[in-house]
């Protein structure tokens, strides 16, 4: 039985200030892949990212009303959920954020005032708050161990690498089906890079739905099934990365690569099925 | 497009009238979803940042409540020695300290220690991205951050005002015995005369209304959205600032109200 697409976006329209809208008539993501959203500087990138994840906005500044249809599809026995149609409170109670969908962000936001343990049980005490404080602290050792953290570090003295292998594991020790990460790899040294995708490539083979923008060419060819570009708001290509090298090419080469019908977007199932 | 001379005023006005909407419906959204978790706060978290919050600024307040009340006992026996009515300053020094002074002078040291500790953490938590992150990893900041600080900041100030009317009444009572000549067991007599229940039920109500004001001020600058640390600072100014003028107005008006109400 093939999966359904993680996310379907259907008809999405999101105005984010006077000059720019995110405007998607037709998206799918395919379940079980990596998935890489490429595009230059500003072409909303991550506006789209963080509306997968419902993070928009801010605690008091709402970023505008999208509307249109995101569907999440968790799994292939759950009912899909219309994101756009949650309220705060919804996500919350329905455990759609971190449970259903981790994301990690460029900037990565750890807590400095707790441990890296304690940064990877905070989350964790609430999504299974029966159990007990040994278990929990087993449950965030074994994350830990995975991404090779010692649990009793300080957040403050961690090097970069070490704080974006902290934020994935702490996304990752919710085990969430779906994870989305934001420039997960930038700026990072060979070695903590290696790392790092060797770790992504993991979960890729796991069988993780996993979303992730980036810059970096080696990001796509090593960890991409799929490629959607971006412009202006408007996916101009997406696919399987076999069928599109050539776009590839051109847009590393500087160019935005140009889609079957110009100006139109392209469903992306039609090239990736 | 540059706006007709005529225009500039009221266009001004217009943006004043709305920031200042905006800032209301902020703090009231930030109060009311602060409010709205308490149920699910856990009562740790709120014991701890009571603990912090209360504790931090006790040696301030008190040692300003003890001087504050031996200062007034002084002016005011300066004032009564020359009507010869000495034995009533304890009289005067409770219920002024009750009534307006401790209350509010504790307010204000607890807008520029608490309302600024809470405007500046959870302005970092805004500006370092952990805000965003928490609501990533599913979780509830209005249960794990507003919650449990809005109400320690609250109840701090209750109890933070309770310690500056027995401070200052102490401070009145030592200048009275060692200046006035007055004995301790004779003043204390005359504050126990001379303080009604509304005195202490007027002071109290207010220092749980200036609690909300800092409170709000705290929450609404410090979860407004920051590009750069200088934004931090000056939120954290705001807050101080502006919590402290809405609280000299608040008194008035609340002193107004309650007497009213109390009688």
């Given at each position: 039985?093939s999966?359904?697409?993680?996310?379907?976006?259907?008809?999405?329209?999101?105005?984010?200030?006077?000059?720019?809208?995110?405007?998607?008539?037709?998206?799918?993501?395919?379940?079980?892949?990596?998935?890489v959203?490429l595009?230059?500087?500003?072409?909303?990138?991550?506006?789209?990212l963080?509306?997968?994840?419902?993070?928009?906005?801010?605690?008091?500044?709402?970023?505008?009303?999208?509307?249109g249809?995101?569907?999440?599809?968790?799994?292939?026995?759950?009912?899909?959920?219309?994101l756009?149609?949650?309220?705060?409170?919804?996500?919350?109670?329905?455990?759609?954020?971190?449970v259903?969908?981790?994301?990690?962000?460029?900037r990565?936001?750890?807590?400095?005032?707790?441990?890296v343990?304690?940064?990877?049980?905070?989350?964790?005490?609430?999504?299974?708050?029966k159990?007990?404080?040994?278990?929990?602290?087993?449950?965030g050792?074994?994350?830990l161990?995975d991404?090779?953290?010692?649990?009793?570090?300080?957040?403050?003295?961690?090097s970069?690498?070490?704080r974006?292998?902290?934020?994935?594991?702490?996304?990752?020790?919710?085990d969430?089906?779906?994870?989305?990460?934001?420039?997960?790899?930038?700026?990072?040294?060979?070695?903590?890079?290696?790392?790092?995708?060797a770790?992504?490539?993991?979960?890729?083979?796991?069988?993780?739905t996993?979303?992730?923008?980036?810059?970096?060419?080696?990001?796509?060819?090593?960890?991409?099934?799929?490629v959607?570009?971006?412009?202006?708001?408007?996916?101009?290509l997406?696919?399987?990365?076999a069928?599109l090298?050539a776009?590839?090419?051109?847009?590393?080469?500087?160019?935005?690569?140009r889609?079957p019908?110009?100006?139109?977007?392209?469903p992306?199932?039609?090239v990736?099925? | 497009?540059?706006?007709?001379?005529?225009?500039?005023?009221?266009?001004?006005?217009?943006?004043?009238?709305?920031?200042f909407?905006?800032?209301?419906?902020?703090m009231?959204?930030?109060?009311?979803?602060?409010?709205a978790?308490?149920?699910?706060?856990?009562?740790?978290?709120?014991?701890?940042?009571?603990?912090?919050?209360?504790?931090?600024?006790?040696?301030?307040?008190?040692?300003?409540?003890?001087f504050?009340?031996?200062?007034?006992?002084?002016?005011?026996s300066m004032?009564?020695?020359?009507?010869?009515m000495?034995a009533?300053?304890?009289?005067?020094?409770?219920?002024?300290l009750?009534r307006?002074?401790?209350?509010?002078f504790t307010?204000?040291?607890?807008a520029g220690k608490?309302?600024?500790?809470?405007?500046?953490?959870?302005g970092?938590?805004?500006?370092?991205?952990?805000?965003?992150?928490?609501?990533?990893?599913?979780l509830?900041?209005?249960?794990?951050?507003?919650?449990?600080r809005?109400?320690?900041?609250?109840?701090?100030?209750?109890?933070?005002?309770i310690?500056a009317?027995?401070?200052g009444?102490m401070?009145g009572?030592?200048?009275g015995?060692?200046?006035?000549g007055?004995?301790?067991?004779?003043?204390l007599?005359?504050i126990?005369?001379a303080?009604e229940p509304?005195?202490?039920?007027?002071g109290?109500?207010?220092?749980?209304g200036?609690?909300?004001?800092i409170a709000?001020?705290g929450?609404r600058f410090?979860?407004?959205p920051k590009?750069?640390?200088?934004?931090?600072?000056?939120?954290?100014?705001r807050?101080?600032v502006?919590a402290?003028?809405?609280?000299?107005?608040?008194?008035?008006?609340?002193?107004?109200?309650?007497?009213?109400?109390?009688?």
């Open positions: 039985m999966l359904p697409p993680a996310y379907r976006v259907r008809d999405l329209d999101w105005r984010l200030g006077d000059d720019f809208s995110l405007s998607i008539p037709y998206l799918d993501i395919v379940s079980g892949k990596s998935t959203i595009g230059r500087s500003g072409s909303g990138k991550s506006s789209l963080s509306l997968l994840g419902r993070v928009e906005g801010g605690y008091f500044i709402g970023s505008g009303v999208a509307t249809a995101v569907h999440l599809h968790l799994d292939a026995h759950s009912i899909p959920l219309e756009l149609a949650l309220s705060e409170r919804q996500l919350l109670r329905r455990r759609v954020r971190g259903g969908v981790g994301f990690v962000f460029q990565e936001g750890l807590f400095p005032d707790r441990d343990l304690g940064n990877v049980t905070w989350a964790l005490a609430l999504a299974h708050p159990l007990s404080a040994s278990a929990l602290q087993a449950a050792e074994a994350v161990a991404v090779g953290l010692a649990p009793d570090r300080r957040v403050a003295t961690l970069g690498g070490e974006k292998r902290l934020a994935l594991a702490r996304a990752l020790a919710l969430p089906p779906v994870l989305l990460l934001d420039e997960p790899l930038t700026g990072l040294d060979p070695e903590a890079l290696g790392g790092l995708r770790l992504l490539l993991k979960l890729r083979e796991v069988g993780r996993i979303v992730m923008v980036t810059h970096q060419r080696d990001d796509v060819l090593a960890l991409a099934d799929e959607v570009f971006l412009d202006a708001g408007r996916v101009i997406a696919g399987p990365v069928a090298e776009e590839l090419d051109r847009f590393f080469a500087g160019e935005m690569p889609g019908e110009a100006g139109s977007a392209l992306s199932t039609e990736s099925e | 497009m540059t706006r007709p001379l005529l225009i500039r005023p009221f266009a001004a006005a217009h943006r004043v009238v709305v920031d909407g905006q800032a209301v419906v902020a009231g959204l930030a109060v009311g979803r602060a409010i978790a308490a149920p699910r706060m856990k009562r740790r978290d709120f014991v701890e940042q009571l603990g912090r919050i209360a504790m931090s600024a006790l040696p301030l307040v008190g040692i300003a409540a003890l504050a009340g031996m200062v007034i006992a002084l002016q005011t004032q009564l020695t020359r009507l010869g000495n009533i300053v304890a009289d005067i020094v409770s219920v002024s009750v307006e002074l401790a209350p509010i307010a204000l040291l607890m608490a309302g600024a500790g809470l405007a500046s953490e959870l970092m938590v805004t500006l370092s991205g952990q805000a965003q992150a928490m609501r990533a990893l599913g509830d900041i209005n249960r794990e951050l507003l919650a449990p809005f109400f320690a900041v609250v109840v701090g100030t209750l109890l933070l005002t310690a009317i027995l401070l009444l401070g009572m030592l200048l015995s060692g200046k006035l007055v004995s301790p067991v004779y003043y007599n005359r126990a005369y303080l509304i005195d202490i039920a007027v109290l109500i207010k220092s749980v200036f609690g909300v004001i709000a001020f929450l410090g979860l407004a590009d750069d640390a200088a934004a931090l600072g000056k939120d954290t100014m807050a101080v502006s402290s003028f809405v609280i000299l107005v608040a008194d008035h008006i609340m002193t107004v109200i309650i007497s009213a109400v109390l009688g």
